[in-house]
């Protein structure tokens, strides 16, 4: 599968964003996506996550009341809505691809636990 994250830009602090993360190939529904995000000189780290059957997600704790991750599986495309956004969430965000196929959530917050990965797409927010 190949995922193509788009979206990213430059936003004033409290704008907002709308990632996308397109997948190709079949049986996009049937997988939990994730997204996750490496500020400059600092390890990837998880953001959200949403099953293959939907519902609602999982968010790491800076981010839950601000972001909404969701799906489209018509559209094999997976959303992060960003509100409230601060200087802080200035990153490169990359969508994954979690292992296995309609799989639980697991430990959904564990990179290895995907083995797909798109470009990343940067978001700079500035105060």
């Known amino acids: 599968v190949q995922l193509q994250a788009s979206g990213g830009g430059l936003v004033q602090a409290g704008g907002s964003l709308r990632l996308s993360c397109a997948a190709s190939?079949?049986?996009?529904?049937?997988?939990?996506m994730g997204w996750f995000r490496q500020a400059p000189g600092k390890d990837r780290e998880f953001v959200a996550f949403?099953?293959?059957?939907?519902?609602?997600?999982y968010y790491e704790e800076s981010v839950k009341g601000r972001f909404a991750i969701s799906r489209d599986n018509a559209k094999n495309t997976v959303y992060l809505q960003m509100n409230s956004l601060k200087p802080e969430d200035t990153a490169v965000y990359y969508c994954?691809?979690?292992?296995?196929?309609?799989?639980?959530?697991?430990?959904?917050?564990?990179?290895?636990?995907?083995?797909?990965w798109g470009q990343g797409t940067l978001v700079t927010v500035s105060s």
């Open positions: 994954a691809r979690r292992i296995g196929w309609r799989s639980s959530p697991g430990d959904y917050r564990d990179l290895n636990g995907y083995d797909s």
């Open positions: 190939g079949r049986a996009f529904s049937s997988y939990g």
């Open positions: 949403i099953s293959w059957s939907g519902g609602n997600g």
